[in-house]
């Protein structure tokens, strides 16, 4: 996989956080987890559900020599979102999520995440304020 990075970006490769000093293209020639810069949620925009996942996940990405702990959230997180959750294309998007963090592939799994923030937007839009996806 190639991927190209612009001067002073970051990205996140099996827990190093690399930054360019100029553009640069990088070859990575084996199986590695990575994160570009675009792609890190902030801890202050995890404000919904989803988003809390995905920063959950992300963190078990970033960090894989401590995984326990943020596994252990993630299964708290997770059983509590699927105990709450009506919509069927948002409990198919977490069982699907849920295979790939139990495989160990969390860039899939994060980009499976970021394909149900628009879903989860639509039941929050016409949710009250007492909707189990607001942010904890």
């Keep these: 996989m190639k991927i190209s990075l612009r001067a002073g970006e970051r990205v996140y490769i099996n827990g190093a956080v690399l930054r360019v000093d100029r553009k640069v293209s990088v070859e990575l020639v084996n199986d590695v987890m990575f994160l570009l810069e675009g792609q890190v949620m902030q801890a202050s925009d995890a404000t919904t559900a989803m988003r809390q996942l995905y920063f959950i996940v992300q963190l078990m990405l970033i960090n894989p020599t401590n995984v326990a702990d943020a596994a252990a959230l993630y299964g708290q997180h997770y059983a509590a979102l699927w105990a709450v959750c009506e919509s069927n294309e948002m409990l198919e998007g977490l069982a699907a999520v849920d295979e790939l963090v139990g495989a160990t592939r969390y860039f899939e799994a994060l980009k499976r995440i970021r394909a149900l923030f628009p879903v989860e937007q ?15």
């Excluded at 639509?122 to 904890?136: H, Q, R, V, W, Y």
């Design 122 to 136: 639509a039941i929050l839009a016409g949710a009250t304020t007492d909707s189990p996806f607001e942010a904890a």
